[in-house]
T-cell receptor, first 114, second 111 residues
């Protein structure tokens, strides 16, 4: 297993377009988290899944954002009608419920909205 | 969400020990103390965690105060590759177990 994989690494889109990011977690991890990080700030929690169930969503996740994790495997994060304020690094992490060692993060998808 | 306080930045020299402090006066009995670091253009990386006792691993040591209201991450011999932003985070043992990141400490290592 090569860790948490995120695609694409970079995405440039025009304002108003829709974008979708993919995250492939470590295969035996049953929890998957999405975070957003803007320049100079620490990552901010967006949402998390336990298996295929989305159990918590942050207030940061406006109705333009939607996340899915079909069959409890990979996850997608879609942003509709992108705005310049959506420009950020989107990070995915996975963990095993019973494992206290914490998360394994992917390298992120950097979104630039022009 | 429990909060932590860290210095914005610290500087050290290569091959010297580095002590990164963290205050968490509102820690609860079920909170684990986690440290992550983030190198440029990468996602955060787990460093170490502990509950009450001091901990050592191949990357670092974690010293936890007796009252658990503060902790110190110790890098025994810093290298240039240790230059990163270090985050001290309290993680609840139950529920979402989500990590709530602060601003972290930007560590600069001088050659």
């Amino acid at each position: 297993d090569t860790g948490v994989s995120q695609n694409p690494r970079h995405k440039i889109t025009k304002r108003g377009q829709n974008v979708t990011f993919r995250c492939d977690p470590i295969s035996e991890h049953n929890r998957l988290y999405w975070y957003r990080q803007t320049l100079g700030q620490g990552p901010e929690f967006l949402t998390y899944f336990q298996n295929e169930a989305q159990l918590e969503k942050s207030r940061l996740l406006s109705d333009r954002f939607s996340a899915e994790r079909p069959k409890g495997s990979f996850s997608t994060l879609e942003i509709q009608r992108t705005e310049q304020g959506d420009s950020a690094m989107y990070l995915c992490a996975s963990s095993f419920l019973q494992d206290p060692y914490g998360y394994t993060f992917g390298s992120g998808t950097r979104l630039t909205v022009v | 969400d429990a909060k932590t306080t860290q210095p914005n930045s610290m500087e050290s020299n290569e091959e010297e020990p580095v002590h990164l402090p963290c205050n968490h006066s509102t820690i609860s009995g079920t909170d684990y103390i986690h440290w992550y670091r983030q190198l440029p253009s990468q996602g955060p990386e787990y460093v170490i965690h502990g509950l009450t006792s001091n901990v050592n691993n191949r990357m670092a040591s974690l010293a936890i105060a007796e009252d658990r209201k503060s902790s110190t991450l110790i890098l025994h011999r810093a290298t240039l590759r240790d230059a990163a932003v270090y985050y001290c985070i309290l993680r609840d043992a139950g529920g979402a177990q989500k990590l709530v990141f602060g601003q972290g400490t930007r560590l600069t290592i001088n050659p």
